[in-house]
């Protein structure tokens, strides 16, 4: 029967993809019974309070007790200050009956603390860490968090902390759902506690046909969370919605639970494949975020006014504050309250706060910057070979073929099919010899096949993941039966990375690189499509505690066995599921998308929604994964994803061929030219990924990280901005002749930066909405006033047969006829770059000078050079200009270009000091 229900729904996801979602295959909250119950205290409310006398305070943490004062269970709280003006509050039951799961290997490491000052005044402490304080109030229990006196964040300001202590089952407890009055019938029962008429799923659950056996009753934890300084809240990825979150009053809460849900819709609080639970607050003039450590089951309510201008405009001109402040109310099936709440006090802050938990994307290769062309399935080599070879007949550059599930021997992973690639080393040599690489897919479902040494090991070794009676879990997936290695295990994570290297993994090479898919994990028997939760894994957890890092250890495991199969090249991964600290070891994109328009414009919110979150490294399926897009669409498509990070064509095994020439000549123009714009602006991309290692400052971002002040740009998502120097508003609508685009405002007189548009460097001056006329082949994007961007302008077939070309220098002044910016370069491949082998630059042009300040010594020996400074703003055209070198100077055409100056062959090293004058 199990079979049968498997069959069916893999028939349904081959066939049937013009049904979208079926909403009824995924639980709404009164559908989860800890969401139902977490929920209720909405309208009740409850009674913690710190219990007086058990205070102890620390260097850098203060601890206490905590009473339910309904059921009387004690807790214990600990506030830990934090490097970087952020809190860590942890809540556990003091004495609970089992262990409670705490969530590892999501932060980067052990957060650094410092120093705390404690002071008391009428039954009221504050702790003092640098420019941020906590006030905490014992009774009723809540903390205020202040940045710099400024109140940002309170945690249970609404009392709705709520956290199921773990129990015994009562002696006799009814065994279906019916009933929860047949306790009060038997005397000698153990009475649940005085404020819970027990929920019929506390202790076991159905939905559809799945049971949970729940063995361990119930256990949620919940707090609520206000952002005094905030308008906007925005955060929690991954949802199929606006950037700006929208209150969930009256509809369900966000849901954080990675589930591979098919064909999902847009405009949708439902989950999907990833689930980060971070949380910004942001108001114009404090940011605050707050960090959800949970991998169980969590909703999110949102509980904002929905945001008009009649209501901004009274608080404005009234300077108070007439509605509530936004508030977040997160809800988790079992853990602890483990919360970071980061002060700020500006976005950048923030995102940088929030990165230096959880770490970020580690500077990737170059080609993974560039054009991947995927589809489920390129069939066999021949078919490889044609697509590359097809991509150089028609002059377009692209990098990376990528092979889906059938190129397996029958799902079995690591493994090839042998009829269809009978000599896997000859293909990829044949890629690697244009530059080109291959990605290859690697799934977490091991057919259960007793011919399959995989499958044998694990089976032999215990690694798989089990249920409750201690056999391995079963399940359904590509391969027909499965079994899913438990890689919360450090052996089996071991056992896992060392399946890659090459003296295993024979048919590959060092520079095929991987794809983790269906890690949520999909089960397409299980309920709601992944496992069970009464499941076993390492240690004795149960699924339900982990479900949400399931990817994130399998990522782990793919990482380590790159690393082992190559210390010296940085590998490249992409994962569907993802949790907080993922962006660590890979990239990840939206999933299974729609080929329409909407589907397009969300590719945009999505991303700047994980970038805020960590993973800067985010992209669509370009052309969309389901459905056969028109060409309008895959055109607007291609311009639209050239400018998110992650740039991959995919689509599912149905569709129709989309490779880009196989369109009219026009298409093939409009595509060609997006991919040579995406491939002229890699040294920008690869400049911003090293930014984002260093710093933690997200790659795109929206537009209030730095327009915080402007209200109007608060919930902007369908442009978005390359570091501070792209803006980027795509064509997403189908036949329109003009899109707005908002120029946003730097102070509160409407004045803007100044931004040229990249094309023809005309320039906007004012901030506001402009109406912006636009061809099939124009993609809307400026560089901001005062900014440098690096390009590089030759075509090639592969990005990595760009590393000696030459850059140009696009520089567009500001008001003051300033602009700067950096550069930076290395091998683009290998890890020399930790120990110093690259340029990092400055380039700081005024005073109609353009300089170079090197950042640390250049220790890289590149062949490249500057071919060309391409000026824009200035008041008029210079005559010549001279570049100087070492003391030896040498005379520069200039010539004038429609809107800007170009500077031809300044021909300097990029690791040389020099400056270069205009002269009148
Ligand atoms: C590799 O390229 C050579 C030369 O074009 C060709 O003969 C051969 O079939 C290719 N091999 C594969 C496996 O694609």
Redesign the pocket.
């Known amino acids: 029967m199990r079979f049968t229900l498997g069959i069916c729904l893999i028939i349904g996801a081959l066939f049937s993809y013009a049904a979208g979602v079926d909403p009824n295959n995924f639980k709404t909250c009164e559908q989860s019974s800890f969401c139902k119950r977490s929920r209720k205290v909405q309208s009740t409310g409850s009674k913690y309070a710190i219990i007086p006398g058990t205070l102890n305070s620390y260097a850098d943490s203060l601890t206490a007790d905590l009473v339910n004062k309904d059921n009387h269970h004690q807790f214990t709280f600990k506030l830990e200050a934090l490097m970087g003006n952020t809190f860590r509050l942890q809540i556990d039951e003091k004495n609970p009956l089992r262990p409670r799961y705490r969530v590892e290997h999501a932060l980067k490491g052990k957060p650094a603390t410092t120093q705390i000052r404690v002071q008391e005044s009428q039954g009221v402490l504050s702790i003092t860490a640098g420019n941020s304080k906590a006030v905490i109030h014992g009774d009723p229990f809540h903390i205020e968090f202040y940045e710099d006196d400024v109140h940002v964040v309170t945690v249970n300001a609404k009392n709705w902390l709520y956290f199921e202590h773990l129990r015994q089952k009562a002696a006799v407890q009814t065994e279906g759902a019916e009933g929860a009055e047949a306790q009060d019938a038997n005397p000698d029962a153990i009475q649940p506690p005085a404020e819970t008429h027990e929920d019929p799923g506390a202790w076991e659950e159905n939905f559809k046909s799945h049971h949970d056996s729940k063995p361990y009753g119930p256990e949620a934890v919940a707090l609520d969370f206000a952002f005094p300084a905030a308008e906007v809240l925005f955060g929690i990825p991954e949802h199929a919605d606006s950037f700006v979150l929208k209150s969930t009053s009256g509809t369900d809460p966000y849901r954080l639970y990675n589930l591979d849900v098919f064909e999902y819709v847009v405009d949708s609080k439902m989950a999907l494949y990833g689930s980060v639970p971070v949380l910004y607050g942001h108001g114009s003039q404090r940011t605050a975020g707050v960090y959800w450590q949970n991998a169980a089951e969590t909703w999110v309510d949102i509980h904002t006014a929905e945001t008009n201008v009649v209501s901004s405009l009274v608080n404005f001109v009234s300077g108070t504050r007439k509605t509530p402040p936004p508030s977040a109310h997160f809800m988790s099936e079992s853990g602890i309250v483990d919360a970071f709440i980061m002060l700020g006090p500006k976005p950048i802050d923030v995102f940088k706060q929030y990165a230096g938990l959880t770490g970020t994307h580690e500077l990737p290769q170059l080609f993974a910057l560039a054009y991947h062309q995927s589809r489920w399935n390129y069939n066999d080599?021949?078919d490889?070979?044609t697509v590359s070879a097809k991509f150089d007949e028609f002059n377009m550059p692209m990098d990376t073929m990528w092979l889906d599930i059938e190129y397996t021997d029958g799902k079995r992973y690591f493994t090839w099919d042998k009829f269809k690639f009978p000599?896997s080393l000859?293909?990829v040599?044949?890629l690697t010899d244009l530059g080109r690489h291959l990605v290859v897919i690697i799934d977490p479902h091991i057919k259960r096949d007793n011919a399959y040494f995989f499958h044998n090991d694990c089976t032999e070794q215990g690694y798989y993941i089990k249920t409750r009676d201690g056999n391995d879990y079963e399940g359904w997936c590509w391969p027909g039966s499965a079994s899913y290695p438990d890689f919360f295990n450090p052996v089996v994570r071991e056992y896992y990375a060392s399946q890659y290297e090459l003296s295993k993994f024979k048919t590959v090479t060092a520079d095929v690189m991987l794809w983790n898919d269906m890690n949520e994990p999909s089960v397409f028997n299980g309920p709601e499509v992944t496992a069970p939760k009464d499941l076993v894994h390492f240690g004795n957890w149960e699924h339900r505690d982990v479900h949400n890092l399931y990817g994130h250890m399998h990522i782990m495991g793919t990482f380590a066995g790159l690393l082992k199969r190559d210390p010296n090249q940085r590998p490249f991964i992409l994962t569907r599921s993802h949790f907080a600290g993922s962006q660590r070891y890979a990239a990840i994109w939206t999933g299974d998308n729609l080929a329409d328009w909407a589907h397009l414009q969300h590719s945009i919110k999505m991303c700047l929604t994980e970038a805020v979150a960590g993973f800067s490294f985010c992209g669509a399926d370009v052309g969309g994964f389901f459905g056969n897009p028109e060409a309008e669409l895959l055109e607007r498509w291609y311009q639209t994803g050239i400018f998110l990070p992650f740039f991959r064509a995919h689509a599912h095994i149905d569709t129709k061929r989309r490779e880009p020439w196989l369109f009219p000549e026009r298409t093939r123009q409009i595509i060609r030219s997006a991919l040579l714009k995406r491939y002229s602006y890699l040294p920008l991309w690869y400049t911003s990924f090293y930014e984002l290692e260093k710093t933690g400052a997200p790659v795109i971002r929206p537009m209030l990280t730095h327009y915080p002040h402007d209200k109007e740009a608060f919930g902007i998502d369908s442009q978005l901005l390359v570091q501070q120097r792209l803006l980027v508003r795509p064509v997403m609508q189908q036949g329109v002749s003009k899109v707005d685009v908002y120029f946003p405002a730097i102070d509160d007189k409407k004045n803007g930066d100044y931004w040229y548009d990249v094309d023809t460097f005309e320039r906007q001056e004012r901030a506001g909405y402009v109406s912006v006329p636009v061809t099939e082949y124009k993609i809307p994007v400026w560089q901001r006033g005062g900014s440098i961007v690096p390009k590089k302008e030759r075509l090639r077939r592969s990005a990595p047969l760009m590393l000696h070309d030459p850059y140009t220098l696009i520089v567009c002044l500001d008001r003051h006829g300033k602009a700067d910016g950096t550069l930076y370069l290395d091998d683009e491949k290998s890890y020399k770059y930790r120990d110093g082998e690259h340029i990092y630059v400055n380039y700081e042009f005024e005073q109609n000078q353009l300089r170079n300040n090197f950042i640390g010594k250049p220790k890289y020996k590149s062949n490249a050079w500057i071919e060309r400074v391409v000026i824009a703003g200035l008041q008029l055209v210079p005559k010549s200009a001279t570049i100087t070198v070492n003391g030896v100077s040498q005379q520069l055409e200039v010539e004038q270009q429609g809107n800007a100056v170009i500077v031809r062959k300044p021909g300097v090293k990029m690791d040389v000091d020099f400056a270069l004058k205009l002269n009148y």
């Open positions: 080599e021949r490889v070979a000599d000859a293909m040599k044949n």
